[in-house]
């Protein structure tokens, strides 16, 4: 009976108003439903309406994430994989760095050890030659003062056996003379 309620036959106007408006709700629920339905998966037993759907939906985000953290996270350990063996290698080139030096310094100190070890060689070589020398030298000499000596002997005993030679030939001339002084 009130002109603005819908079944009121006084509007016709205002009816068909509420009618059309009524039908276009509806229609908008019933696609909203249809949406909806066709959103959702088959129902599971105990699941509720679109609860499955954002854990799954969120699973899925969640998923998204972690194989993009996975893949950031394997990016991140390769690079400090290799930066860790970059400094490794480093550490390792530069102890053999080190040790290289350290075995150049050894190698050039051996080596001085090695000259120092020669020339006291070398010099006690020269040392025992010279007292070899000097030994010869001396056994020479004594060998030449004896040989000298000898020779004076030997010239002492020619000098004798030629003065007793004389002497005898003296004599024996002497008798020689008297034997013809006599006769």
Same mark, same amino acid.
Do not use: C, F, H, W
């Given at each position: 009976?009130?002109?603005?309620?819908?079944?009121?036959?006084?509007?016709?106007?205002?009816?068909?108003?509420?009618?059309?408006?009524?039908?276009?709700?509806?229609?908008?629920?019933?696609?909203?439903?249809?949406?909806?339905?066709?959103?959702?998966?088959?129902?599971?037993?105990?699941?509720?309406?679109?609860?499955? &759907? $954002?854990?799954?939906? %969120?699973?899925? @985000?969640?998923? *998204?994430? #972690?194989?993009? =953290?996975?893949? /950031? +996270?394997g990016k991140k350990e390769r690079k400090e994989e290799r930066?860790?063996?970059k400094s490794e290698k480093e550490k390792k080139r530069k102890?053999?760095?080190?040790?290289?030096?350290?075995?150049?310094?050894?190698?050039?100190?051996?080596?001085?050890?090695?000259?120092?070890?020669?020339?006291?060689?070398?010099?006690?070589?020269?040392?025992?030659?010279?007292?070899?020398?000097?030994?010869?030298?001396?056994?020479? &000499? $004594?060998?030449?003062? %004896?040989?000298? @000596?000898?020779? *004076?002997? #030997?010239?002492? =005993?020619?000098? /004798? +056996?030629?003065?007793?030679?004389?002497?005898?030939?003296?004599?024996?001339?002497?008798?020689?003379?008297?034997?013809?002084?006599?006769?």
């Amino acid at each position: 009976s009130s002109p603005s309620s819908p079944s009121s036959p006084s509007s016709p106007s205002l009816l068909s108003l509420d009618v059309e408006k009524a039908i276009a709700v509806g229609d908008g629920d019933e696609k909203e439903k249809k949406t909806s339905a066709r959103r959702t998966p088959k129902r599971r037993k105990g699941e509720r309406d679109g609860e499955k &759907e $954002k854990e799954g939906k %969120k699973g899925r @985000e969640m998923k *998204g994430k #972690k194989d993009g =953290d996975r893949e /950031k +996270e394997g990016k991140k350990e390769r690079k400090e994989e290799r930066e860790k063996k970059k400094s490794e290698k480093e550490k390792k080139r530069k102890k053999s760095e080190r040790e290289g030096k350290k075995e150049e310094k050894n190698e050039d100190q051996e080596r001085e050890e090695k000259k120092e070890e020669e020339k006291r060689e070398d010099k006690m070589e020269e040392d025992s030659k010279e007292e070899q020398n000097v030994e010869t030298r001396a056994n020479q &000499e $004594k060998k030449d003062q %004896k040989d000298e @000596e000898t020779e *004076g002997e #030997k010239k002492i =005993d020619k000098i /004798k +056996e030629a003065n007793e030679e004389d002497v005898v030939m003296g004599e024996e001339k002497e008798e020689k003379e008297e034997k013809q002084e006599k006769e």
